[in-house]
C-alpha cells in the first residue's frame, strides 16, 4: 500500500472534531456574522366548491397589507418542523386533519392531502424583514365555511379564477379585489398548476372527492381543477379501465339526481398509467 492509500485509509476512519477546523487554522463559526431572518409557510387550499375551484383567502387584519386578502399561513416556531407548521395552520384555519398519502389509510373525517409545494425568498417579499416561505398545498372535498385565525380578520373560499384574476368577480362579491398580499398570486398560481398537471398522472384528484363518489363526481373535479369540460362516457371508461384508480364501495346514490349511480372509492394506485391527460384548451 502506498503512502498516499495509507493516509485515505486513515482519514476515512477518523471521527470529526471540530477542534480539528482550529487545528487548520479555520475560523470558528460566528451566528452573528449572518442576517437573522424568518421562516413561515403559506398554504394554497383548493377545494371544489359549486362545481368550481375555490382557494381559501384570509383578509389580515394587521399590517402590512392590512385590510388586503392574502393565503393563509404563519410563522415557524421554533421547535416546529416545517411540516407539523403547515399541519398546525391548515386545522387553524379550517379545522382540517393534514393526512399522508403515503399511508394505508386516511385519516377518517375531516382529512386533507397535504404537502410541499415550493419555497419562495426574494428579499424584499415582506416589508417586515427578511422571510422565507415554505408554501404547502392542501386538497380537501367540498368544506363548510372557514373560520378565520391568527392576523385574520375573516376567511372566506373565492374562485381561483377570480383570484387570479381570470374573472370578472360578481358585482355582489365579497371577494379579493386586485392583486393579493406579498407574493400570494404567484404561490397561488404555482398551487394550482401543480395541482392540475398531477391529477394527470396521479390518483390526487380524489382527495377533492368524499370517501365514496360516483363517477360523475370525480368527472366535474377534473372540469373544476382543469376548467374544461369532458365528455361523460369517455371519461367513464378510463378511470374505471385504470388499474388501481378506483374500486367499487358496493353501494349507489340518487345524491346528484336522475337514476342511481354507483359509487367507488378511491383504489390503491398512485400512479395513473396510462395517465389522464389534460385536454388542450
Not at 407548521?85 to 385519516?107: F, I, K, N, Q, S
Not at 407574493?183 to 370517501?211: N, Q
Request: proline share 10%.
Amino acid at each position: 500500500m502506498t503512502r498516499r492509500e495509507s493516509d485515505a485509509v486513515a482519514d476515512a476512519g477518523r471521527v470529526y472534531r471540530q477542534e480539528d477546523d482550529y487545528d487548520h487554522r479555520m475560523p470558528p463559526y460566528d451566528p452573528s456574522a449572518f442576517p437573522p431572518f424568518a421562516v413561515t409557510v403559506d398554504l394554497v387550499v383548493l377545494t371544489v366548491r359549486r362545481h368550481a375551484l375555490c382557494t381559501l383567502v384570509v383578509r389580515r387584519g394587521e399590517p402590512p397589507f392590512q385590510g388586503s386578502w392574502a393565503l393563509p399561513g404563519g410563522f415557524v416556531r421554533a421547535d416546529e418542523d416545517l411540516g407539523v407548521a403547515a399541519a398546525r395552520e391548515l386545522l387553524e384555519e379550517t379545522g382540517l386533519t393534514a393526512y399522508d398519502p403515503a399511508a394505508a389509510e386516511p385519516v377518517p373525517g375531516n382529512g386533507a392531502h397535504l404537502e410541499q409545494l415550493a419555497t419562495y425568498g426574494a428579499p424584499d417579499r415582506d416589508p417586515r424583514m427578511r422571510v422565507v416561505s415554505v408554501a404547502h398545498l392542501a386538497l380537501a372535498p367540498d368544506l363548510p365555511a372557514p373560520r378565520a385565525g391568527g392576523d385574520a380578520n375573516s376567511a372566506r373560499w373565492a374562485p381561483v379564477e377570480e383570484v387570479l384574476g381570470q374573472r370578472k368577480a360578481e358585482d355582489d362579491d365579497d371577494g379579493p379585489s386586485g392583486e393579493l398580499a406579498f407574493d400570494h398570486a404567484r404561490i397561488l398560481a404555482d398551487g394550482v398548476e401543480r395541482a392540475r398537471s398531477k391529477i394527470e398522472y396521479s390518483s390526487l384528484a380524489t382527495a377533492f372527492c368524499p370517501p365514496e363518489f360516483t363517477v360523475g363526481e370525480l368527472r366535474r373535479v377534473y372540469e373544476a381543477v382543469w376548467g374544461v369540460s369532458l365528455d361523460p362516457r369517455n371519461f367513464h371508461r378510463k378511470v374505471t379501465g385504470t388499474p388501481g384508480f378506483l374500486v367499487p364501495a358496493g353501494g349507489t346514490t340518487t345524491r346528484q339526481g336522475g337514476r342511481p349511480a354507483q359509487l367507488f372509492r378511491a383504489g390503491g394506485a398512485t400512479l395513473l398509467n396510462p395517465p389522464m391527460l389534460r385536454p388542450e384548451v
